[in-house]
Each structure stands twice: as C-alpha cells, then as structure tokens.
C-alpha cells in the first residue's frame, strides 16, 4: 500500500554531511507529515526530524537542531534530510516514517571520529 525507500547513507568524518532520501510511493495521499527516525545497536528508536506535506512545518529534536534540516518535494514525493557537521553519536541506522504509521527499511549512517 506505501512503500519508503531511503538512500544517501554512507561512512563519514566527524564534522562532514551527508544528504538522505526518502523516496514514497503508494497510497501518498494520506500523507499528512513525513519523519526521519534513527536507532543505534542496543538503543530505541529515537525521533530526529519531521516535516508536514501541506504547510511544510519543520520539528527537530534538539540533539540535531541547526545541524539538520528537513525538506520535501512534493512532486517527485521525496523528503530529504542534509546532515551536516555529524557527530560521531549520530551514528545510528536511519529510517523514514510517513505518518508514524509506515516506515522503510533504513539506510545506515555511521560518523567516524
């Protein structure tokens, strides 16, 4: 019914960027917010950023706040989120949610010191 693919992860320094994808395809018309998740080995899944399709607001959690920004494209029904200035705890394998209901299968990202 909804399928999420994400893309763009990769190994990095500590204090590079890395650019993710998120690409949905499916029953997108009931997409009313699109979210990006991350959970590292042994820990729980933790918020990191949120972004609403009709009006665009933006919500982030404050360990990423003016790191990372979130951004959609509405016609390609793409959602991406740039990671800059990465930490080696932002370590984590990524994952795209749309309405917290559907999620992909993650891309892992990992920051080396």
């Known amino acids: 019914q909804v399928q999420l693919v994400e893309s763009g992860g990769g190994l990095v320094q500590a204090g590079g960027s890395l650019r993710l994808s998120c690409a949905a395809s499916g029953r997108t018309f009931s997409a009313y917010a699109m979210g990006w998740f991350r959970q590292a080995p042994g820990k729980e899944r933790e918020f990191v950023a949120s972004?609403?399709?009709?009006?665009?607001?933006?919500y982030y959690a404050d360990s990423v706040k003016g790191r990372f920004t979130i951004s959609r494209d509405n016609a390609k029904n793409t959602v991406y989120l740039q990671m800059n200035s990465l930490k080696p705890e932002d370590t984590a394998v990524y994952y795209c949610?749309?309405?917290?209901?559907?999620w992909g299968q993650g891309t892992q990202v990992t920051v080396s010191s």
């Open positions: 972004i609403r399709w009709s009006g665009g607001s933006t």
């Open positions: 949610s749309m309405n917290y209901d559907y």
